[in-house]
Nanobody
Framework: QVQLVESGGGLVQAGGSLRLSCAAS????????MGWFRQAPGKEREFVAA????????DYADSVKGRFTISRDNAKNTVYLQMNSPKPEDTAVYYC????????????????????WGQGTQVTISS
């Protein structure tokens, strides 16, 4: 079992910056690839970013590429999402998730493949 707790959400103006954190506990953190997803009101949950077990492979949704950066610190059992130049359309509840790492460069964009989820943190971007 892996427990995930997100933090860092809040209200930010468009063009600002925000960093989300997700602290993991339970199983060995480095055994898991990690991902960030988001869900806006009335919309389905969508993939944002993913990172492999040691951080040397990442994947991003086209909508956030070049603006958001996912990273992890295995010594702190934490994954981060740095959000630069956010836009109002980035407003959503953001979730982190953990997927058992299947191979060295494994990253996962499909939410169905994740085993554990956090409770989410609200991010609101004002125009």
């Amino acid at each position: 079992q892996v427990q995930l707790v997100e933090s860092g959400g809040g209200l930010v103006q468009a063009g600002g910056s925000l960093r989300l954190s997700c602290a993991a506990s339970g199983r060995t953190f480095s055994n898991y690839a990690m991902g960030w997803f988001r869900q806006a009101p009335g919309k389905e949950r969508e993939f944002v970013a993913a990172i492999n077990w040691n951080g040397d492979n990442t994947d991003y949704a086209d909508s956030v590429k070049g603006r958001f950066t996912i990273s992890r610190d295995n010594a702190k059992n934490t994954v981060y999402l740095q959000m630069n130049s956010p836009k109002p359309e980035d407003t959503a509840v953001y979730y982190c998730a953990a997927a058992r790492s299947l191979r060295y460069h494994y990253t996962e964009t499909r939410d169905s493949q994740y085993d554990y989820w956090g409770q989410g943190t609200q991010v609101t971007i004002s125009s």
